[in-house]
Nanobody, 121 residues
Framework: QVQLVESGGGLVQPGGSLRLSCAVS????????MDWYRQGPGKERELVAT???????NTADSVKGRFTISRDNVKNMVYLQMNSLKPEDTAVYYC???????????????WGKGTLVSVSS
C-alpha cells in the first residue's frame, strides 16, 4: 500500500519560513512527477509547485521567488521550502505524486492527507 504523509506544517508569523516534507512509502519502482497543492478556507485546491523526475521545477506565480520544491530520490521524499510567508499562504498543503509500483504497471496518482499551514500575527 502506497502512502504519502506530509509533515512540517504549523503556525508561523508573516515573513517567517517553514519547510514541508512528504514521505512516500510502500512498493515503489519509480517516482515520476511530484507536486504540492494547497487549499485555503473556502477556496479550490490549487497547484503550488511541481517537480519532474529529472528535477525540473515550476511554481505558481503567487509563490514564485518565495517557495522552492525539491526532492530526494534515494529517500523518496519531496520538500517545499516556504520563505517570506504571507497570511494568504494559509491553507492545507497536500503532497501529490505519480508513481509506478512495478514493471508492466502504469503510473498512478496518489495524494497525502494534508498538513495545515497557518500564517498569522
Amino acid at each position: 500500500q502506497v502512502q504519502l504523509v506530509e509533515s512540517g506544517g504549523g503556525l508561523v508569523q508573516p515573513g517567517g519560513s517553514l519547510r514541508l516534507s512528504c514521505a512516500v512509502s510502500g512498493r515503489i519502482l519509480r517516482l515520476n512527477s511530484m507536486d504540492w497543492y494547497r487549499q485555503g478556507p473556502g477556496k479550490e485546491r490549487e497547484l503550488v509547485a511541481t517537480i519532474t523526475s529529472g528535477g525540473g521545477t515550476n511554481t505558481a506565480d503567487s509563490v514564485k521567488g518565495r517557495f522552492t520544491i525539491s526532492r530526494d530520490n534515494v529517500k523518496n521524499m519531496v520538500y517545499l521550502q516556504m520563505n517570506s510567508l504571507k497570511p494568504e499562504d494559509t491553507a492545507v498543503y497536500y503532497c501529490h505524486a505519480y508513481l509506478q509500483q512495478g514493471f508492466g504497471l502504469r503510473a498512478m496518482e496518489y495524494w497525502g492527507k494534508g498538513t495545515l499551514v497557518s500564517v498569522s500575527s
